[in-house]
């Protein structure tokens, strides 16, 4: 009995140490909004690229979207797309990894983090000015 117990408990913390080291939020990921986002490898962690944003055009000039919101002047009129969104994320524990993150949105960069929910759900969240949200992205591939 004594040894079917270690065996079990041999089998739950090598389960949990696969899904550890299967954990792996790369690929091209859909937000809300239509966009994606690009994560994949950096280092010892993940970055994170827009790959596309919807609409595409700003509404107000017809043309590709521009990083318009970013606090440093010479940076707004960058496109969106190809944008770094996600910085050095390690691992901060199960699943999950923590950084830096751009919010075009805000045009501010953030602490944050990257949770794998499961193998077709992400969620990016950020916290600044005692403020914090999040967003789940699903996999597109």
Do not use: H
């Amino acid at each position: 009995m004594i040894c079917n117990r270690k065996l079990g408990i041999a089998a739950v913390c090598l389960a949990a140490f696969t899904t550890c080291a299967n954990a792996d939020p790369s690929g091209l990921w859909r937000e809300k909004g239509g966009g994606t986002v690009r994560i994949g490898r950096c280092g010892a962690g993940y970055c994170a690229w827009i790959a596309s944003v919807s609409p595409a055009t700003d509404p107000a000039t017809g043309k590709p979207r521009t990083d318009k919101n970013n606090v440093d002047p010479a940076k707004r009129d960058r496109p969106l797309v190809g944008i770094q969104v996600l910085f050095a994320m390690k691992p901060s524990g199960s699943k999950q990894w923590s950084g830096r993150l751009y919010d075009e949105d805000r045009g501010q960069t953030f602490t944050g983090n990257l949770v794998e929910v499961d193998a077709n759900t992400v969620r990016i969240e950020g916290c600044g000015m005692g403020m914090c949200g999040g967003e789940a992205l699903s996999r597109v591939r």
